[in-house]
């Protein structure tokens, strides 16, 4: 049976959920699972905007059929061509054999790559500015490279004032039957996972992404349709903000993340007590087991945070190997604007503390603490004070107002 679910009078969702999926792109945790947004507009023709990942195209293809009630499709808008939103098209395209897809060069040249036909689909190559009329909505095609895909692009309905904005505003989570943003708590239950999303999906493309918020700005968008997670009617500023700070790498709070990799504790426990001394001294703090915690959590909250704190044992003459890995991903995800702290430990040889330097000095706009804290094998009590004087560092450097009370 179907399960569709009404925008406004003329839009629907036909797309589906997956709340069996582990890891997505096989790399980041979706413990609430992952929705594939696709939507038809009824109009004069009828339009579909992208099609679904493998795992839930039957489903898709349900909604789809009810939804159309006979009707011909007469056009497909591919915003995105990675497969989680276009495995669908083969089977599209042997449904309903005189559709027209409407995307642009970059879209059709991975259409070519991803896939074989018999005969070839009829395309209508759009560029920057194309518009569409469906009857009597009007579609305009803004391209959005690298958000975050080459061949990326939006489409704004003038009539409605709808941005359906591909991987853009997107979140992890299923949608639980409710298909807004203000059906639910989202800012309790699912700002994590907007987060999580944007900087490990988006997140090394900030300069793209302002971008296309530069793009948007100018327009009246009422609403927006993003192909993972709920429409935003309601509230737009509350997520367009967050994108301009992820997108500029400003911090969102201050605090500091503490991530740290211990072998047999000493390394964790000169982590725990200075989290504890910078609670004391009123500053919010995050820590996270670099060996338990994935890494998309762990970039998400560098995200967030104002500061940086990385606490790593040698290992192999190197960085432990679950925080060369951390590292490696925030620098590969342009990680930039921190203030950072470092704790090495190595009984002998000790070269984690330098080698952290090394990588993220090659980010952008990223304040070293001065000392480093070196520990030979356990911390001892003589370097409490090494602990509070990066306590005080780190404190000293972010304003005071922004502390909890």
Not at 325 to 330: E, F, K, R, T
């Amino acid at each position: 049976m179907h399960c569709i679910k009404k925008i406004t009078e003329d839009l629907l969702w036909v797309g589906g959920n997956d709340r069996r999926l582990a890891m997505f792109e096989g790399i980041y945790s979706v413990p609430y699972g992952v929705s594939y947004n696709a939507y038809l507009l009824l109009d004069e023709k009828t339009v579909l905007f992208d099609t679904v990942d493998k795992s839930v195209e039957d489903r898709f293809f349900e909604n789809l059929t009810e939804s159309l009630n006979g009707r011909a499709l007469d056009y497909l808008v591919i915003q995105h061509m990675e497969p989680d939103h276009s495995a669908a098209i083969p089977r599209l395209l042997e449904r309903y054999p005189g559709i027209t897809i409407v995307c642009n060069d970059k879209t059709a040249t991975f259409i070519k790559q991803f896939f074989d036909y018999a005969a070839s689909p009829q395309f209508s190559i759009v560029k920057e500015g194309d518009t569409l009329c469906s009857g009597k909505h009007t579609l305009q095609f803004m391209m959005a490279p690298m958000v975050h895909w080459p061949e990326v692009m939006v489409t704004y309905d003038s009539t409605d004032k709808i941005l359906f904005s591909a991987d853009a505003f997107g979140c992890f989570g299923a949608l639980n039957g409710a298909i807004f943003a203000d059906e639910v708590d989202f800012a309790k239950d699912y700002m994590d996972d907007a987060r999580r999303y944007y900087t490990n999906i988006v997140g090394k493309y900030g300069v793209q992404t302002q971008s296309l918020l530069a793009k948007v700005s100018p327009l009246d968008v009422r609403m927006i349709c993003p192909l993972h997670g709920f429409v935003w009617r309601k509230d737009l500023p509350d997520i367009l903000s967050k994108y301009a700070l992820w997108s500029s790498y400003t911090p969102e709070e201050s605090g500091v993340t503490i991530a740290y990799a211990s072998v047999y504790g000493n390394t964790e426990n000169g982590a725990e007590i200075l989290a504890a001394r910078l609670r004391d001294r009123g500053v919010k703090t995050v820590m996270f087991d670099v060996s338990v915690t994935p890494a998309s959590e762990i970039l998400s909250a560098a995200f967030r945070w104002s500061h940086l704190v990385f606490a790593s044992t040698t290992y192999n003459m190197g960085i432990f190997v679950s925080m060369e890995a951390l590292i490696h991903d925030l620098v590969a995800h342009n990680i930039q604007n921190r203030t950072v702290g470092i704790i090495e430990n190595g009984s002998w040889a000790a070269t984690s503390g330098r080698l952290i330097r090394e990588q993220l000095e090659t980010c952008k706009n990223i304040t070293f603490l001065d000392d480093m804290l070196h520990i030979k094998s356990s911390l001892k009590a003589t370097q409490l004070v090494e602990i509070d004087a990066m306590a005080d560092a780190l404190c000293a450097s972010m304003p005071k107002a922004e502390r909890f009370s």
